[in-house]
């Protein structure tokens, strides 16, 4: 089932998709940023630390105002689920253009480039567990603030392993086009020994 999964990024991934979504995902911050910016009070959200504990989980939600907390909540459960489908589509798609420029089809590098998927299901419960405990204000959830941690943990685990994956996807493409052009370059009887 992944490996088919695998196979379908492999068929969608293209240059301009890939550079469509990335305007895209850059089009929807910069115009939901400066909103969920200026309905925070400029509040850093638990959703942009690597780590917290419940203790300051609980401090952050405490911080917002009832109004602010009811916006973000709302925010969290609607325009917040489309930030990490986009950014997820984006490196789903140039992980698999990478490889597939990279690496031979038999390659077990090559679905890796699911490995993005992690980030979009964490994303989305971190977003539900951040959830919890604004509409739980002002009673304090331990279990929520510890999977909303964990999940905001295991997704920026997941955003990173992804762009390191980008990294050995473009180190590939690279060692690739030089073996070819060795080969390429080298005269005929030695490509018939090699």
Known sequence: ML????NRFYAAASGWLIVLILVVFVAF???????????????????TRFFYTPEEAFAN???YSSAARQALNTFHLTVDIVNP????AFLVLLLS??????????????????IPLGALL????????ITVMMAAYPAKPVWAAWLATVS????????????????????????????NS?????????REIS
């Open 97 to 114: 253009w990478l490889f597939r420029a990279g690496f031979p089809t038999e390659s077990k590098m090559r679905t890796l480039n699911l």
């Open 29 to 47: 911050v910069a115009v939901t940023l400066p909103k969920v910016t200026a309905v925070s009070g400029n509040i850093e959200g638990l959703d």
């Open 61 to 63: 939600v405490a911080a």
């Open 152 to 179: 905001t943990v295991a997704k920026f685990s997941f955003i990173y392993a992804s762009l390191g994956l980008v990294l050995v996807g473009v180190a590939g493409v690279v060692l690739h086009k030089i073996n």
């Open 85 to 88: 489908i986009l950014y997820t």
């Open 122 to 129: 964490f994303d989305i419960l971190e977003n539900i567990f």
């Open 3 to 6: 490996v088919r999964l695998s």
């Open 182 to 190: 060795r080969v390429q370059s080298a005269p005929a009887a030695e």
